[in-house]
């Protein structure tokens, strides 16, 4: 991946944790990969301990496998 450094894979291969390099102030992305859905879904976990981003990721995908059941968007609409 571009710009990552540091990455640990988490959920059994579902979620990757990264750091970019290509940015001020490093915290923790989540890069989730859904089951039945094309790409990835990328957010940031606002933690710069890894140990706290890997609950904030775990709840992240919670919430996205329940938005699946629910058929719900995965991604947020912007205006």
């Not at 990552?4 to 894979?9: V, W």
């Not at 944790?17 to 957010?43: A, E, M, T």
Request: one cysteine or more.
């Amino acid at each position: 991946m571009a710009h990552a450094e540091n990455q640990q894979t988490i959920a059994n291969g579902q979620t990757t944790l990264y750091v970019r390099d290509d940015v001020k102030r490093p915290q923790w992305q989540c890069r989730i990969k859904i089951k039945g859905h094309s790409g990835y879904v990328r957010r940031s976990t606002g933690e710069i301990d890894l140990d706290r981003a890997k609950e904030v990721s775990l709840q992240i995908l919670g919430e996205l496998n329940q938005r699946v059941t629910q058929n719900l968007p995965l991604k947020r609409k912007t205006f």
